[in-house]
T-cell receptor, first 114, second 110 residues
Framework: GDSVTQMEGPVTLSEEACLTINCTYTATGYPSLFWYVQYPGEGLQLLLKATKADDKGSNKGFEATYRKETTSFHLEKGSVQVSDSAVYFCALSATQGGSEKLVFGKGTKLTVNP | SQTIHQWPATLVQPVGSPLSLECTVEGTSNPNLYWYRQAAGRGLQLLFYSVGIGQISSEVPQNLSASRPQDRQFILSSKKLLLSDSGFYLC?????????FGSGTQLSVL
């Protein structure tokens, strides 16, 4: 079935360091891809998305490009801030029996130190 | 605007006790609704989803059940909780091209 694999955490970086969180997927058809973020004490919220191959999603300095040839959607940021500390989830949309659902990766906890 | 309400925020229950978590959505009709569980070290797992009243799809065999008695109400239940049911439960509804999540319920089964 459809699945998402993202790099194991936790990831600890210093402020202004570069970030890459790897995400690969397995899916039938052409899913949309998402990154969700969960800040400490808050609920999940959408960070960025891409709906077709070669699309680049971006938000708050984060970027991810939908790579169909490598089935990947890696999250990147050139210079992280302390406020980026959160858990990041990669996800894909899957349609089964006419119903759509999101399949999530296990999450990667990021801690950014000043 | 659409909002999603989920309660309670925290819950401590003894093993073998029943469970009822409620989720309601406002500002939209006939939403697709979801229950996810976030267990320590296991990420976010889809438990149930519903495309309409009385329509429930279960993703994994488990000790839990879900019901949708009204269009904008989604309930997660158990007759007898297990220790392994502990976790953070999230309700969500499907908006345009993304999910909107509730604030979650932290369930501790002791």
């Amino acid at each position: 079935g459809d699945s998402v694999t993202q790099m194991e955490g936790p990831v600890t970086l210093s402020e202004e360091a570069c970030l890459t969180i790897n995400c690969t997927y397995t899916a039938t058809g052409y899913p949309s891809l998402f990154w969700y973020v969960q800040y400490p004490g808050e609920g999940l919220q959408l960070l960025l998305k891409a709906t077709k191959a070669d699309d680049k999603g971006s938000n708050k300095g984060f970027e991810a490009t939908y790579r169909k040839e490598t089935t990947s959607f890696h999250l990147e940021k050139g210079s992280v801030q302390v406020s980026d500390s959160a858990v990041y989830f990669c996800a894909l949309s899957a349609t089964q029996g006419g119903s759509e659902k999101l399949v999530f990766g296990k999450g990667t906890k990021l801690t950014v130190n000043p | 605007s659409q909002t999603i309400h989920q309660w309670p925020a925290t819950l401590v229950q003894p093993v073998g006790s029943p469970l009822s978590l409620e989720c309601t959505v406002e500002g939209t009709s006939n939403p697709n609704l979801y229950w996810y569980r976030q267990a320590a070290g296991r990420g976010l797992q889809l438990l149930f989803y519903s495309v309409g009243i009385g329509q429930i799809s279960s993703e994994v065999p488990q000790n839990l059940s879900a019901s949708r008695p009204q269009d904008r109400q989604f309930i997660l239940s158990s007759k007898k909780l297990l220790l392994s049911d502990s976790g953070f439960y999230l309700c969500a509804w499907r908006g345009y091209e993304k999910l909107f999540f509730g604030s979650g319920t932290q369930l501790s089964v002791l």
